[in-house]
C-alpha cells in the first residue's frame, strides 16, 4: 500500500451524546434505529499520500492543495435494519436520504480536526464544503447561477464544487481512509476574438436553457436508485492477478445506493494500484498508449441529486480579468436528463455587444447546430436587408468546437467530469441587442456606454430603435435610473429604453424621473428614494415603493387616474385616483412614520400602518386602518364593503366623513390586532353601514372594545345604519342618532349634550355623576348611571328611568327623606366596583347585582336581591353584613354562590332567604 497522510483527527468519544451547537443532534429520538449501535473512538481519517483533493492550486508544487479556509461535513446517513451481523457489519444498515449527524471539521496545520466530534458505527457521508444548516432530508448542495472566473480561470472550482465521498466507521477501526471526490462536472469556457478592433474584450459567457433547466440546488438522496456505472468505460483492461473480472468495477442497471457506486470506483481504483490488473486507452493520434489511476472514469453519481423545486434558466461565467481571449471553469449541477440543443443558448458579452449562438433561430441569432464542430463560414447574403442581414453576417462570423455536444447534450456527466467549448468570433458577430438583462447599476451603465451610445437605428429586433433593459439586482444590490442615465435617454441619437424587473430611483435625481421612465411588456417594480412629483399618467408601472418624497397627480386640474401600486415608507401625497395603496409596515422592519396626506381623488383599496391625513375630497373604496388617520380637512368618503378600523380615526372640526359602504366596522380587539377609536370633532354621516363592535380576542389581557368618541355630529341618512355594540361617548355640545344601541353596549353622555338618540336601544345610555349636584341633572335619554362621587344621597330624587347603576369606588350610598329616615331604593342591574362601600339604606337589585373582584360592600341596612336566577349574583369581592341581606326569590338551596362574606355580631340568621 501507498503511504497515508492523516485527513482528520477525531476525539474518543465517551458517551453518545449530542453533537456541538454546529451538528444535528445524534439521538435516539432523532434515529428510531440508534438503539445497537457501538460507540467507536480513536480513529483517525486519512488519504492516499499522492491524490490530488482540492482546492487552491500550488504551483510551486504543481499540485491542488487543500487550505485553511476548506471545512468538511460527515454526515450520518443509515437506520439499523433487523441483520445482526458481526463479521460483515455493513449489513446490519440501510441508507437512508435522512441526516443524523452533521460533525464539522476545520482545516488546521495540515489536518481536519474536530475536537467534539462523537462518532457511531454506520455509514458517513464526507463532503465539503461544510453547510451549518443541513435539513433531515438529504444532503443540501447549492450552485449559484452567477460564478467568477477568478485570477487563474479556477475561482468557480474553488468557490462552488463540492466534494464528496463515503465511509463505513466501524468498532475496532483506528484509521478510515477519505478521499472525498469532485462531484460537480466541470466546462471550461473558451472565447477569442479573431476580429479587426483591438478594442474588444469578452466580459462574461451566458449558458440559458428555459426549457429543462438547471437544477442548482437541491439534495443529495443516497439511498437506492437504478442506475449503470463501468469504472474502466473507454479503456483496455488486462488482469494480472488471477482475482481480476471486469464485472466487479461495473454496476449494470440495478438498484444501488450511492454508498454502492463509490465502492465500485474505489475498488477499481484500489485494485489498479494494488497491480491486479493494467489499463491502456486510445490517445489522440489512435494510437493504444498506458492509462493511469486518473483515467479511470469517476462514479456516475447524477440519479443521486434530486433539485429543488426552483431551477436556474442560466448559469453565467463573469471573467476576472476582461480580454480579447479568455477561459474559465463553470462548474454545472449533476441532472439526469441531457439538455436539448433547440433549448440551448450561449451568449458572450463583450464591450461592444452581444455574440449569440443560439439552437432555434431568434431576434439575436440564426440557428445553430451543436451537435457538431463549426467552422466560420460565407454563406451568401444576397438580397438580406436589416436584422435578416446582420444575423446571417453573424452566423458566418462565428466557430466553435464539438464542446458543446460532449459538455451539455450528453445524457450524463459522471462526477467530476472535465469538458470544454471552444468559441471563436469576428466583428460581425457583434451585434446589439434590443433586450438587455443587467443586475446592478454599473453594468447598466457599462452597456449603455459600450453598446448604445449612438445606436439608434441600429438595434437588433424590434424597431431598431427600442431597447428593453430588465433588472435583476442582486441580493440587497440595486439597479439604480440616476440622472446620468436619464440624461442618456435624452441625448439625441441614443435608443429608446424601457424597463422592467425593479429599479431604484436613487436620491437627487430630478423630479420628473417618473414621467421619463417607461414600462417594458413585463412587470416593472419602481423604488424611489429621491423628491419626485409624477405627473404624466400615461406612464404605468407595476408598483412604486416609496422612501423617499412622492407627489402623483396635479393640484389642479382634473383628477387623472394612474397606473402602478403602491407602497408608501416615506412621504406621498396622492392628487390622483390609484389603485392599491400600502401605508407603511407592520411587519418586520416595522414602518409607522410614513406619512400619506390626500388631497383628491379615488382610492380603491389603501391599507394603513402609519399615518394617513385626508386635506381635500377624497375616496377611499375599501380602507383598513391600523394606526391613524387623520380627516383634517375637505370630506372623507369610505365607499366600500368591507372597511375595517383597528386604529385610531379622528375627524376634526370642520371636516366631513361619509360613510357610504355597506360595512364599516370599528373593530374590537382580537387576539392579534388592537381595538378601533374614532374620534369625531366634525361630522359623520352614514349612509351604507356603520358597526362600532367588541373584542372577539380570546385572550383576556387583549379584550379591548371599540370606542367611538363624539363631540360633533354623528348621524345617519335615509338608508344609513349606525349600529353600537360597543362604547361610545356623547359629549358636551354634540348630537348623536344612531340606529341601534345593542344590549351590552354604551353610550356615555355628559350634562350639556344636545341631542342623543336611538329608536332601537336595548343598551345602556350612561350618564356619568361625578358630585351630588350631578343628580339633579340627569338628562332625561339616560337609563343608565356611573357614580364616581365619593358619596351619594338619593333623596327626593326620580330615578324611575334609571334600570342600570355602577358605583364606581363610592364610600356611601344614602336615600334621606324628611326627618332624616331612609327611603327604599331599586335599581333593576347593579354594580359596586372598587373600594369599600357603606349601603346606608334599604337597597334592592332586582335582576342583578355584581361586586366585583377588590371591591367590599358593607350592610348597614337591608340589601335586597329580587332576581330569580341564581347565577345572577356575583361577589367576586367580599360582603360584610351587620345588618341584612335578603333574598326575596331565591330559596338557600337554589346554587347561589355567596363568595366572601362575615358577621359583624350577627349569625346565618342575617342572610334571608326565600320560604
Same mark, same amino acid.
Given at each position: 500500500?501507498?503511504?497515508?497522510k ?43 499520500e ?7 492550486w ?12 476548506d ?47 462523537t ?94 433547466q438547471?437544477?442548482?440546488?437541491? /439534495? ?10 463501468? *469504472? ?15 464485472n466487479?468495477?461495473?454496476?449494470t ?96 458579452y ?10 432555434t ?6 440557428q445553430?447546430s ?36 460532449s ?41 449603455? /456606454? ?17 431597447v ?20 442618456f435617454?435624452?441625448?439625441s ?51 412604486i ?34 389603485g ?5 409596515s ?41 394606526y ?47 381595538a378601533?377609536l ?6 359623520? /354621516? ?77 343598551? %345602556? ?14 338628562p ?33 350610598i ?7 329616615n ?22 334592592? *337589585? ?5 361586586i ?25 369581592g ?13 330559596g ?21 332567604? %326565600?320560604?
Amino acid at each position: 500500500m501507498k503511504s497515508k497522510k492523516v485527513l482528520l483527527a477525531l476525539a474518543l468519544p465517551v458517551a453518545l451524546t449530542a453533537c456541538t451547537a454546529d451538528d444535528l443532534l445524534t439521538e435516539q429520538s432523532g434515529n428510531p434505529t440508534m438503539p445497537g449501535r457501538k460507540a467507536v473512538g480513536n480513529i483517525t481519517f486519512v488519504a492516499p499520500e499522492n491524490v490530488d483533493t482540492r482546492l487552491e492550486w500550488n504551483s510551486q508544487l504543481g499540485k491542488l492543495e487543500w487550505t485553511d479556509t476548506d471545512k468538511l461535513g460527515a454526515a450520518l446517513m443509515d437506520e439499523r435494519n433487523n441483520t445482526n451481523s458481526p463479521v460483515n457489519p455493513e449489513l446490519n444498515y440501510d441508507i437512508v436520504n435522512n441526516l443524523y449527524s452533521n460533525y464539522r471539521y476545520d482545516y488546521v496545520d495540515g489536518a481536519f480536526v474536530n475536537n467534539n466530534a462523537t462518532f457511531v458505527e454506520g455509514n458517513y457521508f464526507v463532503y465539503a464544503q461544510f453547510k451549518d444548516v443541513q435539513k433531515r432530508t438529504g444532503l443540501a448542495y447549492e450552485i449559484p447561477a452567477v460564478q467568477q472566473s477568478g485570477e487563474d480561470g479556477r475561482g468557480s472550482w474553488y468557490a462552488n464544487q463540492m466534494w464528496l465521498d463515503h465511509i463505513f466507521v466501524k468498532e475496532g477501526d483506528s484509521q478510515v481512509e477519505v478521499n472525498p471526490l469532485p462531484v460537480f462536472p466541470l466546462v471550461t469556457l473558451k472565447a477569442n476574438y479573431e476580429g479587426a478592433n483591438g478594442g474588444v474584450v469578452i466580459r462574461k459567457i451566458v449558458v440559458t436553457d428555459g426549457t429543462t433547466q438547471f437544477g442548482n440546488a437541491g /439534495t443529495v438522496q443516497p439511498s437506492a436508485k437504478s442506475v449503470t456505472y463501468d *469504472a474502466l468505460e473507454g479503456l483496455t483492461a488486462t488482469g494480472v492477478a488471477t482475482s481480476f473480472n471486469t464485472n466487479d468495477y461495473k454496476i449494470t442497471t440495478t438498484s444501488k445506493t450511492l454508498a454502492d457506486v463509490f465502492n465500485v470506483y474505489k475498488k477499481a481504483v484500489k485494485d489498479f494500484n494494488d497491480g491486479v490488473y493494467t489499463i491502456t486507452k486510445t490517445d489522440a493520434k489512435g494510437e493504444n498508449v498506458a492509462a493511469g489511476v486518473n483515467d479511470i472514469a469517476n462514479p456516475n453519481i447524477a440519479a443521486y441529486f434530486v433539485a429543488g423545486a426552483t431551477k436556474s434558466s442560466n448559469l453565467t461565467l463573469e471573467f476576472t480579468n476582461e480580454s480579447a481571449n479568455v477561459a474559465g471553469v463553470m462548474i454545472v449541477p449533476q441532472q439526469d436528463a441531457a439538455h436539448t440543443a433547440g433549448n440551448m443558448t450561449f451568449e458572450i458579452y463583450t464591450n461592444k455587444g452581444l455574440v449569440t449562438i443560439a439552437g432555434t433561430a431568434g431576434a439575436m441569432s440564426n440557428q445553430f447546430s451543436f451537435t457538431a464542430k463549426k467552422d466560420y463560414t460565407t454563406n451568401s447574403t444576397a438580397g438580406m436587408v436589416g436584422d435578416n442581414l446582420l444575423r446571417a453576417l453573424a452566423y458566418n462570423a462565428i466557430s466553435y468546437d464539438t464542446g458543446v455536444n460532449s459538455s451539455f447534450l450528453a445524457a450524463t456527466l459522471s462526477a467530476g467530469q472535465q469538458k470544454s467549448i471552444q468559441f471563436n468570433f469576428k466583428d460581425d458577430a457583434i451585434l446589439v441587442p434590443n433586450a438587455l438583462t443587467v443586475t446592478d447599476t454599473e453594468e447598466l451603465k457599462y452597456y449603455l /456606454t459600450n453598446w448604445y451610445t449612438g445606436k439608434a437605428g441600429q438595434i437588433v429586433g424590434g424597431d431598431n430603435e427600442t431597447v428593453t433593459i430588465k433588472a435583476q439586482p442582486t441580493a440587497n444590490g440595486k439597479v439604480e435610473i440616476d440622472n446620468e442615465v436619464l440624461n442618456f435617454m435624452a441625448a439625441s441619437g441614443n435608443p429608446t429604453l424601457k424597463f422592467e424587473g425593479t429599479i431604484t430611483i436613487p436620491a437627487g435625481t430630478n423630479a420628473n424621473a417618473l414621467d421619463l421612465i417607461t414600462k417594458g411588456m413585463s412587470d416593472l417594480n419602481v423604488i424611489n428614494e429621491s423628491v419626485l412629483t409624477w405627473e404624466d399618467k400615461d406612464q404605468e408601472f407595476t408598483s412604486i415603493t416609496n422612501k423617499g418624497t412622492l407627489t402623483i397627480g396635479q393640484a389642479t386640474g382634473t383628477t387623472e387616474t394612474f397606473v402602478g401600486d403602491i407602497t408608501n415608507l416615506g412621504t406621498l401625497t396622492l392628487q390622483a385616483t390609484v389603485g392599491t395603496v400600502t401605508n407603511g409596515s407592520a411587519t418586520t422592519p416595522v414602518n409607522n412614520t410614513a406619512v400619506v396626506t390626500l388631497k383628491k381623488g379615488t382610492i380603491t383599496t389603501l391599507t394603513n400602518n402609519a399615518v394617513v391625513n385626508v386635506e381635500g375630497t377624497v375616496t377611499v373604496t375599501t380602507l383598513t386602518n391600523n394606526y391613524t388617520v387623520e380627516v383634517k380637512s375637505g370630506t372623507l368618503n369610505t365607499a366600500g364593503s368591507s372597511s375595517i378600523n383597528t386604529g385610531n380615526i379622528t375627524v376634526a372640526k370642520d371636516a366631513t366623513w361619509v360613510v357610504d359602504g355597506t360595512s364599516f366596522t370599528n373593530s374590537g380587539s382580537t387576539d392579534s390586532a388592537s381595538a378601533g377609536l374614532i374620534t369625531n370633532n366634525g361630522k359623520i /354621516t352614514v349612509n351604507g353601514a356603520f358597526t362600532n363592535a367588541k373584542t372577539t380576542a380570546a385572550t383576556a389581557s387583549k379584550q379591548v372594545d371599540a370606542k367611538v368618541i363624539n363631540n360633533g355630529q354623528i348621524a345617519c341618512g335615509a338608508n344609513g345604519t349606525f349600529t353600537n355594540n360597543s362604547t361610545m361617548e356623547a359629549n358636551d355640545g354634540s348630537i348623536t342618532l344612531i340606529s341601534v344601541n345593542a344590549a351590552d353596549a354604551e353610550i356615555i353622555i355628559t350634562e350639556n349634550i344636545t341631542a342623543v338618540n336611538a329608536p332601537a336601544n336595548n343598551g %345602556k345610555i350612561t350618564f356619568v355623576i361625578t358630585d351630588q349636584n350631578s343628580l339633579s341633572k340627569v338628562p332625561a335619554v339616560a337609563n343608565s348611571l356611573k357614580i364616581q362621587a365619593s358619596s351619594i344621597d338619593f333623596g327626593g330624587k326620580n330615578l324611575s328611568k334609571i334600570n342600570y347603576v355602577e358605583f364606581d369606588n363610592v364610600s356611601s350610598i344614602s336615600n334621606t327623606k324628611a326627618g332624616g329616615n331612609q327611603n327604599d331604593q331599586s335599581f333593576e342591574n347593579v354594580i359596586f366596583n372598587g373600594g369599600t362601600c357603606s349601603v346606608n339604606c334599604a337597597f334592592t *337589585a332586582s335582576e342583578k347585582l355584581e361586586i366585583t373582584k377588590s371591591t367590599t360592600v358593607i350592610i348597614n341596612d337591608v340589601l335586597t336581591f329580587a332576581g330569580s336566577i341564581a347565577s345572577n349574583f356575583v361577589n367576586k369581592g367580599s360582603i360584610l353584613i351587620v345588618n341584612t341581606l335578603k333574598f326575596t326569590s331565591l330559596g338557600s338551596t337554589s346554587g347561589v354562590n355567596l363568595g366572601e362574606y362575615l358577621f359583624t355580631g350577627g349569625s346565618s340568621s342575617n342572610i334571608e332567604w %326565600k320560604q
